[in-house]
């Protein structure tokens, strides 16, 4: 187990996280290693090693340090970037090019440039207005570079409205009508600087039910056989997404087999019958990584009692290094850290130190009793928490460590009041 209590203190893969917490400074995020490997080799048994030419994406954005990079690239993973800023945080890793795909509805021509010229594995293209800018780009760099059409299956998937993408009305992708979508396919086919290799969806996040993946097969299936009536052509590659739920509070998280078995059946059977060979099948997950791996230390400091109405316990961080309860009405569970064995039967409702009402990270939930000066331990926070974290209310962004079996390494320092604002300058006519 990654949560332990000893002597009432909660562990966190072999780590005190009351030293963790002395040492490192609140907040602080903490990863465990141990849990990261866990899920990665429950995703390589039921699909890269199950299946061959398969691979799967880290899908960056969810937790983008340089030292993930490193740890994924260790496990023999790609990943995927959404930026220049993560292309080049990976790059600066050591990670190999080949093995980086890059997304994104609004591509920078800067962006574009950089991954072409690093010789980068996929461009997944979100149109035919791209393919241009790429096919130029190309051209005068005297490069060539492989690609995929991010589509827009249609299907409708049951998770918060931001983070639900498949649809047709969506900013992301492609839509299927052939008056837009063969013309592109035609243009890419035909191509003599890009290698069109075949078609992307991703359908949202944070996704308990299989049916809207599946769902979007059937479509894609189709769309490979139209693509192949129409020019001859054989798609080579296909990639699934992500978008796999984790356990924030009461969900249970469905083994990664039972999204991906279905789909991969579905896929191989598909090919077999009609005796061509199927594509290559890639998919790209993100949270369902790194989500149940992070955590968040904070220090415990006002606690308000609204006679009759609410008790407010304040924490020294929120929506600053985790915006999710803001944006999403995301809901997460917690514990007093040095007080684990102790009853949770205190009802409260835990908030930041910003000055937002929304600044709630937890409410009316059961804790141990709390005082000024405990250690609040908030569980799930490892993806979409720091890496959507800003300065709101000038608050540095907190350090994260990387702990497994009792050990612990830096992985990212924690910003000082300077890091802040270094890049700020007085008005010439105010100095
Ligand atoms: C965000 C994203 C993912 C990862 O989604 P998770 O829900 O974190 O698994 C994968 N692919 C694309 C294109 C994305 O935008």
Same mark, same amino acid.
């Given at each position: 187990?990654? !949560?332990?209590?000893?002597e009432?203190?909660?562990?966190?893969? *072999?780590?005190?996280? $009351?030293?963790?917490?002395?040492?490192?400074?609140?907040?602080?995020?903490?990863?465990? !290693?141990?849990d990261?490997l866990?899920?990665?080799?429950?995703?390589?048994?039921?699909?890269?090693?199950?299946?061959?030419?398969?691979?799967?994406?880290?899908?960056?954005?969810?937790?983008?340090?340089?030292?993930i %990079?490193r740890l994924?690239?260790?496990?023999? +993973?790609? $990943?995927?970037?959404?930026?220049g800023?993560?292309?080049?945080?990976?790059?600066?890793?050591?990670?190999?090019?080949?093995?980086?795909e890059?997304?994104?509805?609004n591509?920078?021509?800067?962006?574009?440039?950089?991954?072409?010229?690093?010789?980068?594995?996929?461009?997944?293209v979100d149109?035919i207005?791209e393919?241009?800018?790429? !096919?130029?780009?190309?051209k005068?760099?005297s490069?060539?570079?492989?690609?995929?059409?991010r589509?827009?299956?249609?299907?409708?998937?049951? &998770?918060?409205?931001? =983070?639900?993408?498949?649809?047709?009305d969506?900013?992301?992708?492609?839509?299927?009508?052939?008056?837009?979508?063969m013309?592109?396919?035609?243009?890419?086919?035909? &191509?003599?600087?890009v290698? %069109?290799?075949?078609?992307?969806?991703?359908?949202?996040?944070?996704?308990?039910?299989? &049916?809207?993946?599946?769902?979007?097969?059937?479509? +894609?299936?189709?769309?490979? !056989?139209?693509?192949?009536?129409? %020019? #001859?052509?054989?798609?080579?590659?296909?990639?699934?997404g992500?978008?796999?739920?984790?356990?924030?509070?009461?969900?249970?998280?469905?083994?990664?087999s039972?999204f991906?078995?279905?789909?991969m059946e579905?896929?191989e059977?598909?090919?077999k019958d009609?005796?061509? =060979?199927?594509?290559?099948?890639?998919?790209e997950p993100?949270?369902? +990584?790194?989500?149940?791996?992070?955590?968040?230390l904070?220090?415990?400091?006002?606690?308000?009692?609204?006679?009759?109405?609410?008790k407010?316990?304040?924490?020294? *961080?929120?929506?600053?290094?985790?915006?999710r309860?803001a +944006?999403?009405?995301?809901?997460?569970? /917690?514990i007093?850290?040095?007080?684990?064995?102790?009853?949770a039967?205190?009802?409260?409702?835990?908030?930041?130190?910003?000055?937002e009402?929304?600044?709630?990270?937890?409410?009316d939930?059961?804790?141990?009793?709390?005082?000024?000066?405990?250690?609040?331990a908030?569980?799930?926070?490892?993806?979409? #928490?720091? &890496?959507?974290?800003?300065?709101y209310?000038?608050?540095? =962004?907190?350090?994260?460590?990387?702990?497994?079996? /009792?050990?612990?390494?830096?992985?990212?320092?924690?910003?000082?009041?300077?890091?802040?604002?270094?890049?700020?300058? =007085?008005?010439e006519s105010?100095?």
């Open positions: 187990m990654i !949560e332990q209590v000893k009432g203190v909660l562990y966190y893969d *072999g780590c005190n996280t $009351i030293e963790l917490a002395e040492k490192f400074g609140t907040p602080l995020y903490v990863y465990s !290693e141990t990261i866990n899920k990665i080799n429950e995703m390589k048994e039921c699909f890269t090693d199950k299946y061959e030419r398969t691979r799967i994406a880290y899908a960056a954005k969810a937790f983008g340090v340089m030292g %990079f994924m690239e260790r496990e023999g +993973l790609c $990943i995927d970037v959404v930026s800023g993560e292309l080049y945080t990976a790059i600066k890793a050591g990670f190999p090019p080949e093995r980086i890059f997304n994104g509805n591509k920078q021509i800067h962006e574009l440039e950089m991954a072409i010229e690093y010789g980068i594995g996929r461009i997944i149109g207005e393919l241009s800018l790429i !096919e130029d780009i190309c005068e760099k490069k060539e570079i492989s690609i995929l059409y589509i827009t299956p249609g299907v409708r998937s049951d &998770s918060h409205d931001y =983070i639900v993408t498949g649809k047709k969506s900013q992301f992708g492609m839509p299927l009508d052939d008056h837009i979508l013309p592109a396919v035609d243009a890419a086919i035909k &191509s003599e600087v290698d %069109f290799k075949g078609y992307h969806f991703h359908l949202g996040s944070q996704l308990f039910d299989n &049916s809207s993946h599946l769902q979007a097969v059937e479509i +894609l299936l189709e769309l490979i !056989e139209k693509t192949k009536d129409k %020019f #001859g052509f054989e798609v080579e590659e296909v990639n699934l992500g978008g796999f739920g984790i356990r924030y509070t009461t969900e249970v998280r469905k083994p990664f039972y991906l078995e279905p789909m579905r896929i059977e598909y090919f009609k005796g061509r =060979i199927r594509p290559e099948v890639v998919i993100g949270r369902s +990584l790194v989500g149940e791996a992070g955590m968040t904070y220090t415990v400091g006002n606690i308000k009692e609204i006679e009759g109405i609410r407010y316990v304040a924490v020294n *961080g929120g929506m600053p290094d985790n915006i309860p +944006l999403y009405q995301a809901k997460y569970r /917690g007093i850290a040095n007080k684990a064995s102790v009853e039967n205190d009802i409260v409702t835990v908030c930041g130190k910003c000055c009402s929304g600044d709630v990270l937890m409410r939930v059961a804790l141990q009793k709390a005082e000024r000066g405990d250690v609040l908030v569980f799930t926070t490892g993806a979409y #928490g720091y &890496s959507m974290a800003s300065n209310n000038k608050n540095p =962004i907190p350090a994260v460590v990387l702990v497994k079996d /009792g050990r612990t390494e830096l992985m990212v320092k924690r910003q000082s009041y300077d890091d802040m604002i270094k890049n700020e300058l =007085i008005p105010m100095r």
